[in-house]
């Protein structure tokens, strides 16, 4: 038998392994752009990734670095990037300045970064929001509202009710584009869960509106990279009551900024004849504050 001059690499279903000076050595191998999943949250890490897809793909295959040599090049650059379309449009901007400052082979950081940014803001199908949400009982979806969240990437936050008057069920669900649940609230049994008109503002807060069977409240919730902040406004499950039960969103200014309006009803001498306070609840740019 000859002696095995240099080197060769053989894949299978265990990885890489490569074959030198005679002895089999495992390695991990670069994951493809079909299997490299990003976290959507920390640059370093997805740029890492995006760049080990690059160096995997056949068609980029002995150009290092340098991938903008080989003749395919922007069709593989397109499908290794494709994994970041379920992230969200502001992550993907922090994802490419991170690649155009560190990566070292700079026109291919650039050329990365035009793919990167040329995504297309997709959004989840929405025709089968009953079967991905799951309800107790058979429901009816009764608004959709289509947002970029800065984890979870395009998304579309639903509300649901009971299709039947016997048995009262509320959820609200949040999808991301592909078809996966980011987040649920059971309601319980209120009587009305929709989206306001409009479901947002400029502050990028969403509005909701619900009604247990008395007075209508105003659910609030700002997507941030953890969830949602609801600005004690999301009952309990199977509850009702919050800081903005009694209330309905106004703009009163208008400038496109919703504003609470909290009623309270003093109750004498009864409820039915109690006379009606108005509070106006004001967003200052971080959260929402009564006039005095």
């Not at 009262?168 to 649940?181: F, L, M, N, Q």
């Amino acid at each position: 038998m000859k002696p095995f001059a240099g080197r060769r690499r053989v894949l299978g279903l265990a990885g890489m392994v490569l074959v030198f000076a005679g002895a089999l050595v495992a390695v991990t191998a670069w994951p493809s752009h079909e299997s490299w999943s990003p976290t959507c949250q920390h640059p370093p890490t997805d740029a890492d990734r995006l760049h080990q897809a690059l160096t995997g793909d056949p068609d980029l295959a002995g150009k290092g670095p340098r991938y903008w040599q080989a003749p395919g090049w922007q069709p593989a650059v397109r499908r290794a990037v494709s994994p970041l379309g379920r992230c969200g449009a502001s992550y993907r901007e922090r994802l490419a300045r991170f690649v155009s400052a560190s990566w070292p082979e700079s026109r291919s950081a650039r050329l990365t970064v035009a793919e990167i940014l040329a995504l297309p803001r997709s959004r989840p199908a929405t025709g089968s929001l009953h079967k991905i949400i799951g309800c107790k009982a058979p429901c009816t979806v009764t608004a959709q509202v289509s947002f970029d969240h800065p984890t979870w990437g395009p998304c579309v936050l639903a509300t649901t009710q009971s299709a039947s008057d016997s048995i009262r069920d509320s959820t609200i669900t949040v999808v991301d584009a592909s078809g996966v649940i980011r987040w649920q609230h059971w309601a319980g049994a209120w009587f009305v869960l929709t989206a306001a008109t409009p479901a947002t503002d400029t502050t990028g807060n969403i509005f909701l509106t619900y009604n247990p069977g008395r007075y209508t409240g105003v659910i609030v919730l700002r997507p941030t990279p953890g969830g949602f902040v609801d600005f004690g406004s999301l009952p309990a499950p199977d509850d009702y009551l919050s800081v903005f039960y009694g209330a309905s969103p106004v703009d009163v200014n208008r400038d496109s900024v919703y504003e609470i309006d909290k009623t309270t009803n003093n109750c004498d001498p009864s409820c039915a004849e109690g006379a009606i306070d108005h509070s106006i609840i004001r967003w200052n740019g971080a959260t929402y504050v009564a006039d005095h």
